[in-house]
């Protein structure tokens, strides 16, 4: 499959639970900002507003927890030889590159529901805020290994900043 | 201000690199700062003991100064009348007795912060110590100084002083407040010297100091800006425009609704800020000049006050091109740069202190001779530039027809804009990393948007509307371009690596030519 957002490449995917992680993550954060929109409505203005934002929020989460698996099959990084390439998204697909040689820092990261379900979350780091090198719901031992990868490779190809 | 007059160099001028035919070097408090006794007699070749300067000693009646400035102007303007009648004041002596304690207080204050301010630049070390109550010293590393800036405040100029501002790359600037003018030149020369490497010995005061311009002899004028132009630049920018039509949407209005005083309450602001923005356009860049010495390249510019701001171009990330419409006709252009660590891009022609312009208005020679200063091997007049196919009218109804983008071994050009015409300028060197976004009608399109991201967060570099087939047939190749380890665009002709980019002579032979051209025809 080589198209504009996959090149040819050796494409690692995400492993399925974190489709579960990404749904319980959704699940939170929409219901309480849900329920403090809907509230803050009801006392300010009216409580039949605050239904129909009640109304909004459950839609909306519906329908992350329902998109959470397809985003997650589109989710796609590849190590080659001198970049990262990482692909996401459904609607808005973008593909971004990233050289080894200009990597800062490599974080590794896991809140608590990705703790429990033994994932964590891989982050390149540049000098530009922009570039955005996040790889989520990868396992622990698989994050680590990447990172430290990630790192041999950055040393070796080092780029001048 | 009877300072002790002892050496301040390092060497005897005669030794000294920068110090020119040395019977000229006028010496004295005025131009030298207060030096510590048991200084280094002229002559002894390796200081042994730490030689500390202070600040000019004139620097706490300049603060005093501003402050008296200020409460004048705040004061003397209870006694405009404004016509509500006189208002009640307090006796006049009164007035002057709280003017004079509160400069005398500022007076106080700068006294005592310049006592406590010392500084040493010599062969080992660059320190500055400060503060009175929370002590605090700053020791650089010589080769982590990025850029120096010599700024002049109005009051500063007035007695010849400067103050000299210190960039090594972080959020915050040492500065060191108020040096004289020669010896602040003289300091910033130095430490360019040592920054790029270079043993240089601790210079003493730099003859020829002009009052408007930091100019000497052996500097290789790149790009001059006259007053003329700069008028003529503001004048007709698309921001002076703008302020008018606001005006006359406000005018127009109130006509409409028969209200005539709208014509005076309109009319009033609109003028003074046409003022204002011509004004500030003209003063802030009076006498560009853009030039090269040994040790990099350096801006000047300033009217009231003046900046001689050094320009590290391998921080640059990224400059903007940009052109208004009236200027098309005129054939000016005006280039913003991103550099790491200065911040906010436009509108800071008025400040004096560091500016991210790089040439304010200028012809298209001048441009390409600035952008070859700065990147000497590219040349982004040959990137061949591919326009945005018909279809992408479709998502960008104003600027399709003239969307661009391209590039070559050294940068990645892009052209936006509908009324004011903007060109993107990337090299493939600052680029962090790239991205291909495609929305839901893009896609539908056979669009995509290409977008670099360099270090910097003012000028986004992107490509809009491209057709996604070029993109795909590039990708590869772009994606490359990105990890070359191919010379860097800002390497100097005359690279402190020689052999790293020897094939590179023939494009730089060219920019060679075409800059002494350039210059003869601007002068």
């Known amino acids: 499959m080589t198209d504009l957002f996959t090149p040819a490449a050796n494409w690692q995917r995400l492993p399925d639970r974190y489709v579960t992680v990404r749904r319980l993550g959704a699940l939170a954060y929409n219901l309480v900002t849900t329920v403090v929109v809907a509230l803050a409505v009801g006392f300010i203005v009216d409580w039949t507003w605050a239904g129909g934002v009640a109304v909004a929020g459950l839609a909306w989460t519906a329908w992350r927890v329902i998109r959470a698996g397809r985003w997650v099959r589109t989710f796609g990084y590849a190590e080659r030889e001198e970049d990262l390439l990482i692909t996401h998204g459904l609607w808005n697909k973008r593909l971004t590159a990233i050289p080894y040689g200009r990597m800062l820092s490599v974080n590794v990261e896991s809140g608590p529901i990705d703790r429990a379900w033994g994932l964590a979350r891989v982050e390149l780091v540049t000098a530009s805020v922009q570039s955005a090198g996040h790889i989520p719901g990868l396992q622990q031992s698989d994050a680590a290994v990447l990172r430290d990868r990630l790192i041999a490779a950055g040393e070796a190809q080092a780029l001048p900043l | 201000m009877t300072a002790d007059p002892g050496p301040v160099g390092f060497l005897p001028p005669e030794q000294s690199p920068v110090a020119l035919p040395t019977d000229v070097v006028p010496r004295g408090p005025a131009e030298s700062g207060a030096v510590q006794p048991g200084a280094v007699p002229p002559g002894a070749v390796p200081p042994v003991a730490k030689l500390t300067e202070r600040p000019h ?37 009164w007035i002057l007795a709280a003017v004079g304690v509160l400069a005398l207080g500022a007076v106080a204050a700068g006294y005592i912060s310049w006592r406590f301010t010392r500084f040493v630049i010599d062969a080992d070390e660059l320190r500055v110590d400060t503060g009175a109550i929370f002590r605090r010293s700053i020791r650089v590393a010589f080769d982590k100084v990025q850029s120096i800036d010599v700024v002049q405040p109005f009051a500063a100029r007035l007695f010849g002083l400067a103050e000299l501002q210190i960039d090594v790359g ?52 790149l790009v001059q800006v006259s007053p003329q132009t700069l008028l003529l630049a503001a004048v007709t920018s698309h ?97 913003d740069i991103e550099v790491i660590g200065w911040g906010a891009v436009t509108d800071n022609e008025d400040k004096s202190g ?22 000497p091997l590219a040349d982004f007049t040959t990137v ?95 994606m490359a371009l990105l990890h070359q380890h191919a010379p860097d665009v800002s390497d100097p002709r005359s690279s402190e690596s020689p052999g790293r980019n020897g094939d590179q002579a023939g494009p730089d032979a060219f920019r060679a030519d075409q800059a002494e051209a350039t210059i003869s025809s601007t002068e």
Do not use: C
Request: aromatic share 10%; no cysteine.
């Open chain 2, 384 to 478: 061949e530039l591919s326009p945005a196919p018909v279809r992408a009218r479709w998502i960008h109804p104003f600027s399709g027809p003239f969307l661009r983008w391209g590039h070559d071994q050294y940068l990645v050009v892009s052209r936006h804009g509908w009324l004011v015409r903007r060109w993107q300028l990337v090299p493939h060197a600052r680029v962090q990393s790239v991205r291909v976004t495609q929305g839901p009608v893009s896609r539908r399109l056979g669009l995509a948007d290409l977008e670099f991201h360099t270090a910097g967060m003012h000028i986004a570099a992107h490509a809009s509307g491209v057709d996604a087939g070029v993109v795909l047939e590039r990708q590869a190749e772009l």
């Open chain 2, 354 to 375: 560091v500016s991210t312009i790089l040439l304010p208005a200028g012809s298209f020679a001048q441009v390409q001779v600035a952008l070859a200063a700065i990147w």
């Open chain 2, 170 to 221: 972080s959020h915050e600037r040492s500065k060191l407040r108020y040096l004289s003018l020669g010896r602040a030149y003289a300091l910033r020369d130095y430490l360019l010297a040592r920054a790029r490497g270079y043993q240089a010995e601790a210079a003493t005061s730099t003859r020829s100091v002009s009052v408007l311009t930091d100019l000497h002899e052996t500097d290789e004028v």
């Open chain 2, 239 to 335: 921001e002076f425009w703008g302020i008018v039509l606001s005006g006359l949407v406000f005018v127009g209005v109130g006509l409409a609704i028969g209200q005539w005083w709208v014509l005076l309450a309109a009319g009033i602001p609109t003028i003074s800020g046409l003022f204002g923005f011509v004004s500030r356009r003209v003063t802030g860049q009076f006498n560009y000049t853009l030039s090269r010495r040994a040790h990099g390249l350096r801006i000047a510019r300033g009217l009231t006050s003046l900046t001689s701001q050094s320009l590290p171009s391998r921080r640059i990330q990224a400059a903007q091109l940009s052109q208004s419409p009236v200027w098309r006709l005129l054939g000016l252009y005006r280039i």
């Open chain 2, 57 to 93: 000693p004139l620097t706490p009646f300049i603060r005093g100064w501003v402050v008296l400035l200020a409460l004048v102007i705040g004061i003397g303007r209870e006694f405009v009348p404004n016509g509500e009648g006189p208002r009640p004041l307090p006796p006049l002596e």
